[in-house]
Nanobody
Framework: QVQVVESGGGLVQPGGSLRLSCASS????????MGWYRQAPGKERELVAS???????NYADSVKGRFTISGDNAKNTVYLQMNSLKPEGTAVYYC?????????WGQGTQVTVSS
């Protein structure tokens, strides 16, 4: 089993920045990819960014150039730096840890972009 815990959400004005953190614990040695997803009210959950164990990153078109995903292996933590936030970025952000043995989700952290 893998436990995933997100933190760092909050209220930010349009154009502002936030950094989300995702700490993983448990049987993490088989993890192949970590991803950030978001779900806005009334919408489906969507992939925001992902990073593989080899460091390859992938971004949704809507966040390219504004968001950066990175990892700290020593801390078993993945970060999502979000800059130039827009109101449409308001959502619950979830972290996902994926391995061939399973897919593990955190409880989510709320991000609200509003003036």
């Amino acid at each position: 089993q893998v436990q995933v815990v997100e933190s760092g959400g909050g209220l930010v004005q349009p154009g502002g920045s936030l950094r989300l953190s995702c700490a993983s614990s448990g049987n993490i040695f088989g993890l192949k990819m970590m991803g950030w997803y978001r779900q806005a009210p009334g919408k489906e959950r969507e992939l925001v960014a992902s990073i593989t164990s080899g460091g390859k990153t992938n971004y949704a078109d809507s966040v390219k150039g504004r968001f950066t995903i990175s990892g700290d292996n020593a801390k078993n933590t993945v970060y999502l730096q979000m800059n130039s936030l827009k109101p449409e970025g308001t959502a619950v952000y979830y972290c996902n840890a994926w391995s061939p043995d399973g897919s593990y989700w955190g409880q989510g952290t709320q991000v609200t972009v509003s003036s």
